[in-house]
């Protein structure tokens, strides 16, 4: 799933999506809280104030659990938050339809090549024969076909503004987003010939990833495909020239491990994996590519822009490849049996595919970029639990080493740059709510009364 979102060269951040600096701890010496639930410390509580807190008036108590209850009110429907929550319903959209692209996918190699038995009643032993049949096995054709839908890209964008914004015409929405590329210094001929390069290495990336679903499992070639993060990082290093974090090196690291232990899963000596492992790495590098080139060569671009070039590139794709699909079927590269295409699981990956596209590409607009990130590695154990029950996958050994190395590498990889100041700051944070819960429920102390 190649994105090309504005700052697509950028990784998002667990603490903080936007890497924007979050204040300093403050030390509270007045009556503000320091937060929705938390009661106000200041250096003249004593035992003797704890005393007299049963002496306030019920309206100033009153009065204070609703300034709690609105300042708690306020912050969950705070823009932050909002944010927060479509990402959350965000995360779950691309898991979905990331895995029900994928597995869509592998079901198409799953019906289309069928094992009969056959019983040879003139043979001398009981033995039954098997024979494959197959019926559909296109993987180019199937790349064609799926890319093919990213022409409705600026349709679904235009449609869109127009509903929306009502006041803005159709010729000018267009302008609008051909003048953007206009404006900085791409031709006609300089914007279909970048068109054409990215469509060449978005058909190329596709291509490895639904061949590769061939030999793996779903739930394999996701978890090689997640490795793209750490691709990224490191082309966003040496290209955009992003600032060295230690700890995205120890992702890395972990990411090429566990792509090794899936290389050599099932040995090396007549076992097609490797090559399957090589197809879907290579895939992960390639969107890895596609992202940092898209950021290098278009930049920061509207969401007119990317929907236009996204559109562009299904047309190219439709208008030049055709010929390829073609030429691979009569050579009997790919078989296809027209009459026996399996239409439902084709356009259930084509359909998905687009949808997981689009929500990759436009939801940057109501959420954090980290959320959608994380519908990537999200949707691996959701894939294994469908690969036990519909194939009867058995993950342990190196297979289970290699995905866990390869998800504990996103997660790193999504550290920020001053992490260790986040570290300290959440630790910091722990201790003081700790002290402070410690310090209330402490029982105050009871002056003794002379016996009479």
């Known amino acids: ?3 090309g979102v504005e700052g697509g060269g950028d990784i998002p951040t667990i603490f903080n999506p936007h890497r924007v600096r979050a204040p300093p701890n403050l030390v509270v010496t007045g009556t503000a809280s320091n937060g929705p639930f938390s009661p106000a410390l200041t250096h003249s509580d004593s035992v003797s104030g704890s005393q007299n807190k049963d002496s306030l008036p019920d309206e100033s108590r009153r009065g204070g659990a609703g300034e709690k209850l609105k300042s708690c009110r306020n912050s969950c429907c705070s823009k932050s938050a909002k944010k927060i929550y479509f990402g959350v319903c965000v995360t779950v959209c691309v898991t979905a339809s990331w895995v029900g692209s994928t597995h869509s996918f592998k079901y198409l190699y799953y019906i289309g090549n069928k094992t009969h038995h056959h019983y040879n009643p003139h043979s001398n032993f009981s033995s039954t024969h098997q024979s494959k049949l197959v019926h559909f096995d296109a993987p180019f054709f199937t ?3 799926c890319t093919a839908w990213t022409t409705l890209f600026f349709p679904i964008y235009f449609i869109y503004q127009l509903t929306v914004n009502k006041c803005t ?7 609008e987003s051909f003048q953007n590329f206009r404006d900085k210094g791409f031709t006609t001929a300089r914007f279909l010939t970048r068109c054409s390069l990215f469509c060449m290495l978005w058909v190329g990336t596709s291509y490895m990833f639904v061949y590769s679903l061939r030999i793996l ?3 394999e070639v996701m978890a090689l495909f997640a490795t793209n993060v750490s691709c990224v990082y490191l082309l966003s290093w040496v290209i955009l020239h992003q600032q060295f974090v230690g700890v995205r090196i120890v992702a ?3 990411c090429d491990t566990g792509v090794a232990l899936l290389a050599y899963m099932d040995g090396i000596t007549d076992s097609p994996t490797l090559g399957g492992v090589v197809l879907a790495a290579s895939s992960a590098a390639g969107s890895a590519v596609y992202k940092v080139l898209f950021k290098k060569v278009i930049g ?3 969401y007119g822009q990317i929907a236009l070039f996204f559109s562009v590139i299904g047309l190219i794709n439709a208008a030049l490849l055709w010929p390829l699909c073609l030429a691979l079927y ?5 078989v296809i049996h027209w009459d026996q295409i399996p239409w439902p699981a084709l356009l259930s990956a084509s359909i998905l595919s687009l949808v997981a596209n689009l929500l990759g590409n436009f939801c940057v607009a109501v959420t954090y970029d980290l959320f959608i990130t994380l519908g990537l590695i999200t949707a691996v154990p959701v894939s294994a639990a469908l690969d036990v029950v519909l194939y009867g996958a058995d993950f342990k050994g190196m297979k289970l080493a290699g995905i866990i190395l390869i998800s504990i590498g996103f997660f790193l990889v999504m550290f920020p740059n001053n992490w260790p100041d986040y570290i300290t700051r959440v630790l910091r944070n722990i201790i003081l709510l700790t002290h402070s819960a410690r310090y209330l429920n402490q029982p105050a102390e009871i002056p003794l009364q002379p016996i009479q």
């Open 300 to 302: 920061n671009a509207s």
């Open 169 to 175: 015409s159709t010729p000018e929405l267009i302008r």
């Open 330 to 334: 009569f050579t009997g590269v790919e």
């Open 252 to 254: 890395v690291i972990l």
């Open 217 to 219: 499992l779903a739930t």
């Open 1 to 3: 799933m190649s994105r």
């Open 143 to 145: 790349t064609w076909f």
